[in-house]
């Protein structure tokens, strides 16, 4: 067997680990917030890891990407401003992009070293959002980019480490609030909620912190082959319904011609049926 | 502290801790490992690669059982090709309508120890007067029987493993003998592994299918034990009833996966894997 030094592994649970074959470690860096890696693997493309969780792989990062953007964008019927917490690597961005009627990105990723590895090792991934006249980055936690925000913005996409970590205040009632208030009457928030079999008890109080504030919530599931599990879950919440009728999704669907790797509007709906063992 | 570690594909591995060894041996076909690990509970590895976790084997189970048996209008007999740890039996017997299930299963040590150590999976379905063993090989089995079934469903190894036991059970010779046991109105069921890692799987088993049966459909389910997100359930019956969706209801005990809104939800299938039947030549297989 190979010596541990080829690969890069990550621990998932004390008893779980995934672990995957490396050809060269392309940058090891502690930031002011977290330890970012980046590495390139033997089968997943570039890989980006930030406090050794894996936080995006060429291969399969379009699944993750796709999934917390499409839904929300396609719920709503014409999303002109939208706003993204976090997503340094560029992909949610460049999937909200995919809308023709977005007219503003704004952006707050707290952490520069993410947007520079982004723009130096994953072109794909950014896919030129870095330089669209449409996108507003600034360099800042969340919290402070939607502190003056009111009845303003169409979609909110929080795009964070999971809801455990530094990442808890944006998985919190508080924080939910002042979504709240930036959203639209017809706004819709998104965020992706971690693995639904490990971080079970979290997702659960990320539905309790939506339900105190939003009058709708959604959850869905999507697959993440690289992701502990290989299952991840998602939620929305707004004002208003969240159920779209199919012939809606589809036509929006046709209409922003959306071509996709995993996206569609079948799996608008398949991915929210929820099996008992995650409700 | 000791370590299980999954190399089925060479360059993305899983381990788990094994947190209490409960047997591990060589029967007369496959290395045999079994073992505790505090996340997965038990958990069976054949060849070095996990079959059947405790935690999840449930998702699995009733997957490969409940989909086709709600789709057929009255299943009563059932073939099962493999399944040796009793998980899918036990499913399939929850179905008032089942009066016979015969399981063809050639390791018997496996069996055996399942049996033991899985007892918390199978709630002694081995018992169930509708059941019966046979030991032996599927393709021989296949091959020699009368019987006729309503449903067969293999759950058998993966194809990658190397000098499985079950690559008979990936030949044009076993797919013509499935059509040839089934009932009118029958279907044929196997599992085809996990298309992001082993597309080949889905592809093979697609295009033998093909041959043999005019309607084929792809379903999928997410078992975290088995690395690489959803794995596949390809469905096969030489008649067009639509199996997408249940058709009778039955009072199922003890289900945490499978619902009738599950059922028809497993059938949309996001572009990566649909491409893999659909535009073959698109799919660019890793290993």
Redesign the interface.
């Known amino acids: 067997?190979a010596s541990d030094e080829m690969?890069f592994t990550e621990e998932q649970?004390?008893?779980?680990?995934?672990?995957?074959?490396v050809r060269e470690k392309l940058l090891a860096r502690q930031t002011p917030y977290q330890l970012l890696e980046v590495y390139e693997?033997?089968?997943?493309g570039k890989l980006m890891a930030l406090d050794g969780k894996v936080m995006l792989t060429e291969r399969?990062e379009l699944?993750y990407h796709e999934m917390l953007t499409h839904p929300a964008l396609a719920t709503h019927p014409a999303p002109r401003r939208v706003l993204i917490i976090g997503g340094g690597d560029g992909g949610t961005a460049r999937e909200v992009l995919r809308h023709p009627s977005v007219e503003e990105v704004i952006w707050g990723e707290i952490d520069e070293a993410v947007v520079e590895a982004a723009r130096e090792f994953f072109p794909t991934v950014c896919a030129g959002v870095f330089e669209d006249a449409r996108v507003k980055l600034r360099v800042l936690p969340g919290e402070t980019v939607m502190a003056n925000l009111t009845n303003e913005i169409d979609v909110i996409l929080v795009d964070s480490t999971d809801p455990i970590g530094p990442a808890v205040p944006l998985f919190e009632a508080p924080f939910f609030t002042a979504c709240r208030r930036a959203l639209r009457k017809n706004g819709i928030y998104a965020t992706q909620c971690g693995s639904p079999?490990y971080f079970r008890a979290e997702a659960q109080s990320v539905d309790r912190h939506l339900r105190a504030v939003f009058a709708e919530v959604r959850r869905y599931?999507g697959?993440?082959?690289?992701y502990p599990?290989?299952?991840w879950s998602y939620v929305m919440a707004g004002d208003e319904p969240l159920a779209t009728p199919r012939e809606e999704i589809e036509r929006r669907y046709a209409e922003r011609e959306l071509r996709?790797?995993?996206?569609?509007p079948?799996?608008h709906?398949?991915?929210a049926?929820i099996?008992?063992?995650l409700q | 502290m000791l370590h299980f570690r999954e190399e089925i594909y060479p360059y993305a591995q899983q381990s788990m801790t094994v947190d209490e060894l409960l047997y591990a041996g060589r029967s007369s076909y496959q290395d045999v490992l079994l073992f505790r690990n505090q996340f997965y509970g038990t958990v069976l590895v054949l060849d070095d690669v996990v079959q059947l976790t405790e935690r999840d084997e449930f998702i699995y189970s009733e997957m490969m059982a409940h989909v086709p048996l709600l789709a057929h209008s009255h299943p009563a007999d059932v073939l099962l090709i493999g399944g040796g740890d009793g998980c899918v039996l036990e499913e399939a017997l929850k179905h008032q309508t089942v009066e016979k299930v015969v399981m063809v299963d050639i390791d018997e040590t496996v069996i055996d120890l399942c049996r033991t150590h899985f007892a918390a999976c199978h709630n002694g379905a081995f018992d169930d007067p509708r059941f019966t063993l046979r030991v032996g090989d599927g393709l021989a089995y296949a091959r020699d029987t009368d019987e006729k079934f309503d449903l067969i469903l293999v759950d058998g190894p993966d194809q990658t493993g190397p000098g499985d036991a079950g690559s008979t059970l990936y030949t044009p010779e076993f797919c013509r003998n499935c059509a040839r046991m089934l009932k009118p109105e029958g279907m044929l069921l196997i599992q085809s592994d996990v298309p992001f890692h082993y597309p080949q799987s889905l592809a093979l088993t697609h295009s033998l299918l093909r041959d043999q049966f005019q309607t084929i459909r792809i379903y999928t389910a997410p078992v975290p034990a088995y690395l690489g997100a959803n794995m596949c359930f390809v469905y096969a019956a030489n008649h067009n009833l639509d199996v997408s969706a249940p058709l009778r209801e039955e009072r199922l005990s003890d289900l945490r996966y499978y619902t009738p809104a599950i059922h028809k939800a497993a059938f949309q299938l996001p572009p990566y894997i649909a491409d893999i039947v659909n535009k073959p030549a698109a799919q660019g297989a890793s290993k």
Do not use: H, Q
């Open positions: 067997m690969f649970t004390p008893n779980v680990r995934f672990s995957v074959r693997t033997e089968e997943f399969d699944y079999f599931l697959m993440m082959p690289s599990s290989g299952v996709l790797s995993y996206y569609t079948d799996i709906f398949a991915s049926v099996p008992p063992i």
